[in-house]
């Protein structure tokens, strides 16, 4: 099932209005290990209503969750983090 368009603008929409607060979140507590991995370049052709989506959309309980490929970018992301911090 695929959203309408106005309904996959909107949750894309809130999705980076809540990223942006993730990321001033994570600025506030002023500690230099907390730090926020940002996939939204990685997603930026895989929300809800995309030809390839990553994020799953329907009546499941894992609608507007990562799906596989969504979770292995997510996973790459912060494989990517770990290793230029040295873990």
Do not use: C, K
Not at 9 to 24: H, P, S
Not at 32 to 45: G, M, N
């Amino acid at each position: 099932m695929f959203p309408d368009p106005v309904t996959a603008a909107t949750v894309n929409g809130a999705t980076d209005a809540l990223n942006g607060a993730l990321a001033q979140a994570v600025l506030l507590t002023g500690n230099p290990r907390v730090s926020l991995v940002d996939v939204t370049a990685d997603f930026a052709a895989h929300g809800i209503g995309s030809a390839d989506p990553w994020i799953a959309y329907g009546s499941s309980v894992e609608s507007l969750h990562p799906n596989a490929a969504g979770n292995a970018a997510y996973a790459a992301a912060v494989r990517q983090v770990a290793v230029i911090r040295g873990h």
